[in-house]
């Protein structure tokens, strides 16, 4: 393990890589059309998150000039507590070591993860698919550059040229200690990850988000953050995938249809139940195993529920952990489905989409873990801390 560099070093190298990325902006876009042209899959949400245009730019610069802005997350006292015999005992917090980010399409992670796990003083090696590997490693170059014009070794950010047999070998028997691995991609890659690792991993799992409107719900607001939650960002796992529809909603047959009309102005597939799937522009669902679908596209299932616990017990069932909301004018009733809905964010009247680190306050994330160690929801620079005890003498024995 490296020395932990001070904190004015981790945010000089910050500083620089934010000043590098603004000073080769253009060649950055350039060189990810490369991987565009490259790329032959049809998957949408795969290729949103590989593009990288100025507004993906603007965003990995406002990144790290926020984690620039924030307090450093290491030394802070969790817990003190002076022995009855004079010992001083404290819980601080600590770097892990070095962090394994393995992450699929996006470039953008290159930047705001790595510089998330870089301020919190660890190590970053970072593993990124090949249909995005000309963009990486012009930003990974950067992040070298940055380091090295502070006088930092270059290899506090390392990236790994690995095919699938390599990096099934690396977790297995890494040829570095790694202390955490952060997979960021679909159910495939963190089953591959979880399967291979021998060293823990925070699991950034799957979205399949859902809404249930309570029969006392704002419709003209309720179809707003629907269509919002489901076409903003196709590509985001705070997308929303499902929507339950209390039976006792006022005037539901109409409510529905309005609906259905805002959603197809989008061109969504919508899917339903037997009760939903009656009305035009809705196909009733064939396999039951939809609900348990993330869908990153531009699909949708309704279904009708006979309450507020109904739709509990199902969103527990089949979502995944991330994200759910509730649809009420009755505080007592969100507070209630809120508490009892197993996510890692639970939202009364807003969309799903603002499940992310920067809309947090967070200033960025490393990943939206849906585990329950050792964070839940968007990892920000705080939480990619481990900690530590110290305990201070002065000739005590037990």
Same mark, same amino acid.
């Given at each position: 393990?490296?020395?932990?560099?001070?904190?004015?070093?981790?945010?000089?190298?910050?500083?620089?890589?934010?000043?590098?990325?603004?000073?080769?902006?253009?060649?950055?876009?350039?060189?990810?059309?490369?991987?565009?042209?490259?790329?032959?899959?049809?998957?949408?949400?795969?290729?949103?998150?590989?593009?990288?245009?100025?507004?993906?730019?603007?965003?990995?610069?406002?990144?790290?000039?926020?984690?620039?802005?924030?307090?450093?997350?290491?030394?802070?006292?969790?817990?003190?507590?002076?022995?009855?015999?004079?010992?001083? *005992?404290?819980?601080?917090?600590?770097?892990?070591?070095?962090?394994?980010?393995?992450?699929?399409?996006?470039?953008?992670?290159?930047?705001?993860?790595?510089?998330?796990?870089?301020?919190?003083?660890?190590?970053?090696?970072?593993?990124?698919?090949?249909?995005?590997?000309?963009?990486?490693?012009?930003?990974?170059?950067?992040?070298?550059?940055?380091?090295?014009?502070?006088?930092?070794?270059?290899?506090?950010?390392?990236?790994?040229?690995?095919?699938?047999?390599?990096?099934?070998?690396?977790?297995?028997?890494?040829?570095?200690?790694?202390?955490?691995? *952060?997979?960021?991609?679909?159910?495939?890659?963190?089953?591959?990850?979880?399967?291979?690792?021998?060293?823990?991993?925070?699991?950034?799992?799957?979205?399949?988000?859902?809404?249930?409107?309570?029969?006392?719900?704002?419709?003209?607001?309720?179809?707003? *953050?629907?269509?919002?939650?489901?076409?903003?960002?196709?590509?985001?796992?705070?997308?929303?995938?499902?929507?339950?529809?209390?039976?006792?909603?006022?005037?539901?047959?109409?409510?529905?249809?309005?609906? *259905?009309?805002?959603?197809?102005?989008?061109?969504?597939?919508?899917?339903?139940?037997?009760?939903?799937?009656?009305?035009?522009?809705?196909?009733?669902?064939?396999?039951?195993?939809?609900?348990?679908?993330?869908?990153?596209?531009?699909?949708?299932?309704?279904?009708?529920?006979?309450?507020?616990?109904?739709?509990?017990?199902?969103?527990?069932?089949?979502?995944?952990?991330?994200?759910?909301?509730?649809?009420?004018?009755?505080?007592?009733?969100?507070?209630?489905?809120?508490?009892?809905?197993?996510?890692?964010?639970?939202?009364?009247?807003?969309?799903?989409?603002?499940?992310?680190?920067?809309?947090?306050?967070?200033?960025?994330?490393?990943?939206?873990?849906?585990?329950?160690?050792?964070?839940?929801?968007?990892?920000?620079?705080?939480?990619?801390?481990?900690?530590?005890?110290?305990?201070?003498?002065?000739?005590?024995?037990?």
């Amino acid at each position: 393990m490296n020395k932990t560099l001070s904190i004015k070093q981790r945010n000089s190298v910050l500083l620089k890589m934010a000043e590098l990325v603004e000073k080769n902006r253009a060649e950055i876009i350039a060189i990810n059309q490369k991987d565009l042209k490259s790329f032959e899959d049809t998957d949408l949400a795969m290729y949103d998150r590989l593009k990288v245009d100025d507004a993906k730019i603007e965003g990995m610069i406002e990144s790290l000039n926020q984690l620039v802005q924030q307090e450093d997350p290491l030394g802070k006292e969790r817990f003190s507590f002076v022995h009855e015999n004079g010992l001083r *005992i404290e819980n601080r917090t600590a770097p892990f070591g070095t962090i394994l980010i393995i992450y699929e399409s996006r470039p953008d992670v290159t930047i705001e993860a790595a510089g998330i796990a870089f301020k919190s003083g660890n190590k970053i090696l970072l593993k990124g698919g090949k249909e995005s590997f000309h963009s990486n490693k012009s930003i990974v170059k950067l992040w070298r550059e940055a380091l090295k014009f502070n006088s930092v070794d270059e290899n506090w950010v390392e990236y790994l040229v690995f095919n699938r047999e390599e990096t099934q070998e690396f977790l297995k028997n890494p040829t570095q200690k790694i202390d955490l691995i *952060i997979p960021r991609g679909g159910e495939k890659l963190i089953q591959f990850v979880k399967e291979n690792a021998t060293c823990p991993v925070i699991v950034s799992g799957r979205g399949n988000n859902f809404i249930y409107l309570a029969s006392s719900a704002d419709q003209e607001k309720a179809i707003e *953050i629907i269509v919002n939650a489901k076409v903003a960002k196709i590509s985001a796992c705070n997308a929303l995938d499902k929507v339950l529809i209390d039976r006792q909603l006022p005037n539901f047959e109409g409510f529905l249809k309005r609906l *259905i009309a805002q959603l197809m102005k989008f061109n969504v597939q919508i899917w339903g139940d037997e009760t939903t799937s009656k009305f035009d522009g809705i196909e009733e669902i064939e396999d039951q195993s939809v609900w348990y679908e993330e869908f990153l596209d531009y699909k949708i299932v309704i279904g009708r529920v006979e309450g507020m616990q109904e739709a509990i017990d199902k969103i527990n069932q089949f979502g995944g952990g991330h994200s759910a909301c509730i649809l009420t004018k009755s505080n007592e009733m969100a507070r209630e489905f809120m508490d009892e809905v197993d996510a890692a964010a639970v939202y009364q009247n807003a969309s799903t989409r603002f499940t992310d680190g920067f809309q947090f306050g967070l200033g960025g994330e490393l990943a939206i873990s849906t585990d329950k160690l050792h964070q839940r929801g968007p990892i920000g620079l705080e939480h990619l801390v481990t900690n530590k005890w110290y305990v201070y003498g002065e000739g005590q024995i037990r």
